[in-house]
């Protein structure tokens, strides 16, 4: 349970948020613009999924991010600034914008904090070119946002982080004890997570059928060498009779899937919110680390089907295939910005509760004044969610897929101030809305893919959002 002293540690700071709200006037009378404030401290370990679960209704933009089994939790409330990128450009636009942002920032923080100083919440189309609908009005071909108030918790050590921008003349004070007073309404009592009360129907956007015939185009295509591989995704969709409770599904999917980066962006009356097994890049202290995930088998009912389906998968020519084009692609684009670029020559198994996939970690170390959003522009998208060639596909994607996928299959996650951070691919995910839910699950086809066997992926990786959500048969 939260406890009231998280708000009681916030508001005995409100002296030190106030001199360096004075240092920051003094440099936004000098800059002629506001200054961006951050001031973190230590406070009490508890569930920051609490917060989030509280402040449903209570703010339009909430993040959450979480490794489970690394203990790590993250919710960020509120907006105090924000830039939505468009198009191509958007990772250097955003990259450019964050920079200005905290290149004058006053900062007191404590870097043994778990997410101490300004930290943002980012997420970005898959595709910016693609054809678009309305369904995703409120998530931007690019977003970065700084909470106004950022609760983490890392094992049993957490912190409380307050951002806002100082004026000239700008009173701190009100700020600070305004968004102290705030979290303290919103720790009030315990939070459990409710269950879905009954399962309930899916929905196809597409027939089922007739996502195998398009699969069976592509196959066509790849058979004449029109392209080695492209990845379709496929949509389904839920509908209640009541409210979604997001908090709910956020703590099923960290309790059945606590490999995975469970995440969630509340914009608002909607969230994007998913449990994805793949990292895309991460940046600390220097050192690259993304992750080659391609080639997928269900998990077995027993020790033996499961260790007898992973080496069917090791073995599998098809995926093995499909997961060298990926590493070999990420090899390529670290390479170009990094050094000492390595990976293991052969790769291993990852498992999740219903499915395995072949992984090979890559590490490099970065080279100077790049950012992690660098990275990220020079990977995404991989192999994994786009194909190769990378252009081939995607026209081939725009052109056949039938979907908009917004930000499913993009890349979502987090940058600090010294522009280091880590980015998931956003699978395993859904679209919801207060009583509808969009679900989305993506296939990597190569020239000897069957389209009833790809199908059956799909719902594999379909299923942990349908049980997260309360989605039946």
């Not at 955003?94 to 923080?109: E, F, G, K, N, Q």
């Not at 101490?116 to 609908?133: I, Q």
Request: aromatic share 6%.
């Amino acid at each position: 349970m939260i406890h009231v002293r998280v708000a009681t540690a916030a508001l005995r700071h409100v002296r030190r948020m106030e001199e360096m709200a004075e240092l920051a006037r003094q440099r936004a009378r000098q800059l002629g613009r506001p200054v961006l404030v951050s001031v973190s401290a230590p406070v009490s370990p508890d569930d920051p999924l609490a917060l989030f679960a509280r402040a449903v209704g209570a703010t339009h933009n909430r993040f959450f991010w979480s490794q489970p089994s690394q203990g790590l939790a993250v919710t960020g409330l509120g907006a105090a600034w924000e830039i939505a990128a468009s198009g191509e450009g958007r990772f250097v636009s955003a990259a450019a914008a964050w920079r200005d942002l905290v290149a004058h920032a006053c900062i007191d923080a404590d870097p043994n904090l778990p997410f101490a100083g300004p930290v943002a919440a980012a997420g970005f189309a898959f595709d910016p070119l693609r054809p678009t609908s309305g369904l995703w009005a409120d998530f931007p071909d690019g977003l970065l946002f700084l909470p106004r108030m950022i609760l983490a918790r890392q094992g049993d050590v957490a912190s409380l982080t307050f951002n806002g921008l100082v004026g000239p003349e700008t009173s701190s004070v009100n700020l600070y004890l305004s968004a102290a007073r705030r979290l303290r309404d919103l720790l009030g009592g315990p939070w459990r997570a409710a269950h879905p009360a009954e399962a309930l129907p899916v929905e196809e956007a597409l027939p089922a059928s007739t996502w195998r015939t398009i699969v069976a185009e592509a196959v066509a295509d790849l058979r004449a060498a029109k392209m080695e591989k492209v990845v379709l995704a496929r949509e389904v969709r839920l509908q209640s009779a009541q409210d979604f409770d997001i908090p709910a599904a956020l703590e099923r999917l960290r309790n059945e899937y606590p490999d995975t980066f469970v995440f969630a962006v509340a914009r608002g009356g909607r969230a994007f919110l998913g449990a994805s097994p793949e990292r895309l890049v991460s940046l600390r202290g220097g050192v690259v680390a993304a992750s080659g995930l391609a080639g997928s088998m269900a998990r077995g009912a027993t020790p033996d089907e499961d260790a007898r389906l992973g080496a069917a998968l090791l073995n599998s020519e098809k995926d093995r295939r499909e997961h060298a084009l990926v590493v070999t692609m990420i090899r390529s684009a670290l390479g170009n910005l990094c050094s000492h670029v390595e990976a293991p020559s052969e790769p291993v198994l990852m498992k999740v509760r219903n499915i395995q996939h072949l992984f090979t970690p890559v590490t490099g170390r970065i080279a100077g004044g790049r950012s992690v959003l660098d990275l990220v522009a020079a990977l995404h998208p991989t192999p994994a969610v786009g194909g190769k060639p990378n252009d081939v596909a995607l026209e081939w994607i725009r052109a056949n897929e039938r979907m908009d996928r917004g930000w499913y299959a993009g890349p979502v996650g987090w940058l600090d101030a010294r522009g280091e951070g880590e980015f998931a691919v956003a699978l395993r995910s859904a679209l919801v809305s207060k009583r509808e839910a969009a679900l989305f699950a993506g296939c990597g086809i190569v020239s000897g893919s069957d389209p009833a066997r790809e199908e059956q992926e799909s719902q594999l990786k379909l299923r942990p959002m349908l049980s997260a959500l309360g989605g039946g048969a």
